[in-house]
């Protein structure tokens, strides 16, 4: 029997993958309940305010429930530990999510999800600049052809529908180069504290920066006269665009790491399109398919290098 070293391929970590999978798929609808809202008359700084409104008292009990059951988490909350996760949860939940909120505006729920979804080109790029990471080269004929797609949209409506253009894309891609960025802090935080812990902390402490800015900007008595359905939207905002996705993605970031979680998200999009065409009432020209396309295929192969870029250096 040959008795020479044998190499095998790293195991694929399923649940971590699914975990990062669904809860891309869930932040996607984030977009269609913020314009449901915006139809609503409420302003930008209500709608993230009614988000966290809803997914704040969540946070809260589980953060109460954790440590409770948990005694052992207590001295790992230090003051020096407390403040670095408060502000690393204010820049991924409240300072990106704002920009992404503000730039829903201007722009189409399609178009705004399609410019967050590059995202995990900034991940790879900060970990190389930031965080000691090796840069893959092949990657960026994948990342070309990503932002190909994103200018053929952004060329069709430069054309159709320019009003705010400019401002909503700087909008919301400041919100995906902001939230990339906190990936690779959250990680940092998450190994120490767990996923569940950080995000409790993370997200409770935005929610309150959130609810504090829109009180100052529209008024206690602006909320007396919301109806129903803005209050059934937030609701809908707070759980599934909020609650349930962040800790979906926070445990995968902590199973498999921000750069592989961020070249999950590809079914996100296509979940964003479908219920904007069909709730929202958006168009999807040809155009919007081949950009589309481009964007989707770029990510796919992203993805698909990244991984294979991931698992070489185990072979030798």
Request: with cysteine; glycine share 10%; net charge positive.
């Amino acid at each position: 029997m040959p008795t020479g070293p044998t190499s095998t391929a790293p195991a694929i970590d399923t649940i971590g993958y699914g975990l990062a999978f669904v809860g891309a798929a869930l932040f996607s609808t984030k977009g269609i309940f913020i314009k449901l809202a915006f139809a609503q008359g409420v302003s930008t700084e209500a709608t993230l305010a009614l988000r966290m409104l809803v997914a704040l008292p969540v946070y809260l009990v589980i953060l109460l429930s954790l440590l409770r059951r948990n005694p052992q988490l207590r001295p790992l909350i230090t003051p020096k530990r407390l403040l670095a996760t408060m502000a690393v949860g204010i820049l991924g939940y409240y300072v990106a999510s704002y920009l992404d909120f503000a730039g829903l505006a201007f722009v189409t729920a399609q178009y705004e999800r399609l410019v967050l979804f590059t995202y995990p080109f900034f991940v790879l790029l900060f970990g190389v600049l930031f965080f000691g990471d090796r840069m893959s080269w092949n990657l960026l004929p994948a990342m070309g052809l990503s932002y190909g797609g994103l200018l053929v949209i952004f060329a069709w409506n430069l054309t159709v529908r320019p009003e705010g253009l400019f401002v909503g894309t700087a909008l919301v891609l400041g919100s995906a180069i902001t939230f990339a960025f906190y990936q690779h802090l959250a990680k940092r935080q998450m190994l120490v504290l767990g996923s569940a812990l950080f995000t409790c902390i993370g997200m409770s402490t935005a929610a309150l920066l959130a609810i504090g800015q829109s009180l100052v900007v529209d008024g206690t008595q602006s909320y007396l006269h919301y109806n129903a359905e803005v209050w059934f939207l937030g609701l809908m905002l707070g759980i599934f665009g909020t609650v349930l996705p962040s800790f979906l993605l926070n445990a995968g970031i902590a199973r498999i790491g921000a750069r592989a979680t961020s070249s999950t998200a590809s079914f996100g999009p296509i979940v964003t399109i479908v219920l904007a065409v069909f709730i929202l009432g958006e168009e999807f020209t040809l155009f919007h398919a081949a950009g589309t396309t481009m964007v989707l295929a770029g990510s796919w192969l992203f993805a698909r290098l990244e991984t294979a870029n991931r698992a070489r250096p185990a072979e030798h």
